[in-house]
């Protein structure tokens, strides 16, 4: 199971929790009762929640920072414009080699669009917002050759399901110098 398998599974999960929560609470809502012991009750299930926050959440928060998808250059990157419109993606380039950083400049001519970088299992390997007005810029190092995918990742009206521009790497000899 890869980290976004695991990221869906435990946020249904907490979902569910959050409905089951309402779900009491609409049970018991017509319950009179004294205020105080209620208020300590849930005092002491908040302090518990915070330290839970704390010791749990903070550990997999740092451990999944590690592991940011955004490359350094020692050179300077390959600058590619992405620009996302209504409903396609424009790219200066759209042929790369293994190894090259490239730095995508994203931006949008109309509303706001998701620029999600794809391998060619359908999984996310980097994204960044493509907003009118803004360039955002995101830089990647393709390591594997294939066939990658630029798909749009933010609902931008009718036709956002087909906002998908295949990209080509080709082995350049870099994929293994990291
Ligand atoms: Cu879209």
Redesign the pocket.
């Given at each position: 199971m890869n980290v976004q398998s695991v990221t869906a599974l435990v946020t249904t999960l907490v979902v569910l929790v959050i409905v089951v929560v309402f779900i009491n609470i609409r049970r018991h809502a017509h319950e009179a009762r004294e205020y105080a012991p209620v208020q300590g009750t849930a005092y002491r299930y908040r302090a518990i929640l915070f330290w839970v926050m704390i010791v749990v959440g903070l550990p997999i928060t740092v451990y999944l920072l590690r592991d940011l998808p955004y490359a350094t250059a020692a050179t300077a990157p390959e600058v590619v414009n992405a620009t996302g419109s209504q409903?396609n993606w424009d790219l200066d380039k759209e042929e790369f080699t293994t190894g090259q950083i490239v730095e995508f400049n994203v931006t949008s001519t109309d509303v706001n669009?998701?620029f999600g970088l794809y391998d060619q299992n359908g999984t996310l390997l980097a994204q960044t917002q493509a907003m009118p007005g803004y360039i955002n810029r995101l830089t990647y190092q393709f390591t594997t050759p294939g066939t990658y995918k630029v798909m749009?990742l933010?609902?931008?009206?009718l036709v956002?399901h087909d906002?998908i521009l295949d990209l080509t790497v080709a082995d350049g000899n870099g994929g293994s110098n990291e």
């Open positions: 409903w669009h998701g749009c933010e609902y931008c009206g956002h906002m």
